[in-house]
């Protein structure tokens, strides 16, 4: 099955900034793949998808990346907000079949006023 | 905006005995989910529901745990004799599609205390 590694536990900037998260993954590589935020004590909640012929993806302050050849995901908020702070996941499919996907461990982010 | 509702928000319950979880997807929803996340870890795959019937499961749901789609709007989650180690949050989710390049909707969990 897929496993999946996000860059840091914590991530700390400063307001006004570019937040950028890592996602890796280490089996194949998915035809999608999806970014989730996570508030604590809250559900996840979708933000973006991107395809595996996508380069790129935005929505609003939100840009997603994909690089099937580095394996790769990469997140993006720029000028990021207090309220942006939270915990980000990748998700991706568990296996070749895609039915259901598995989520990476979280990368938590603190916008620094 | 629609959204999935799960009850209750806590529950506590002694080891050994049974424990429903209640859900109710988005209503033009046919695809449904439980996750779990144990503190501090990531969520974690339980297992999908389609046409009253599970479509894939996870390792994490064995014997003990059933879910169920009582009537047209409930969604459930039942383990039948609780171990400590159940303790964690437990999420709903549904979609319209199926697939994992369909975006999944989640409720806010249920936090599940085995004492």
């Known amino acids: 099955s897929q496993k999946i590694e996000q860059n840091s536990e914590a991530l700390n900037i400063q307001e006004g900034k570019t937040a950028t998260l890592t996602c890796n993954y280490t089996n194949y590589s998915p035809a999608y793949l999806q970014w989730y935020r996570q508030d604590p004590g809250r559900g996840p909640v979708f933000l973006l998808l991107i395809r595996e012929n996508e380069k790129e993806k935005r929505k609003e302050r939100l840009k997603v990346t994909f690089d099937t050849t580095l394996k790769q995901s990469l997140f993006h908020i720029t000028a990021s907000q207090p309220a942006d702070s939270a915990t980000y996941l990748c998700?991706?499919?568990?296996?070749?079949?895609?039915?259901?996907?598995?989520f990476g461990p979280g990368t938590r982010l603190s916008v620094l006023p | 905006e629609p959204e999935v509702t799960q009850t209750p928000s806590h529950q506590v319950t002694q080891m050994g005995q049974e424990v429903i979880l209640r859900c109710v997807p988005i209503?033009?929803?046919?695809?449904f989910y439980w996750y779990r996340q144990i503190l501090g870890q990531k969520v974690e795959f339980l297992v999908s529901f389609y046409n009253n019937e599970i479509s894939e499961k996870s390792e994490i749901f064995d014997d003990q745990f059933s879910v169920e789609r009582p009537d047209g709007s409930n969604f459930t989650l039942k383990i039948r004799s609780t171990k400590l180690e159940d303790s964690a949050m437990y999420f709903c989710?549904?979609?319209?599609?199926?697939?994992?390049?369909?975006?999944?909707?989640f409720g806010d969990g249920t936090r599940l205390s085995i004492l």
């Open positions: 998700a991706l499919p568990r296996d070749n079949y895609g039915q259901n996907f598995v």
């Open positions: 209503s033009n929803h046919l695809y």
């Open positions: 989710a549904s979609s319209a599609g199926q697939g994992s390049d369909q975006p999944q909707h």
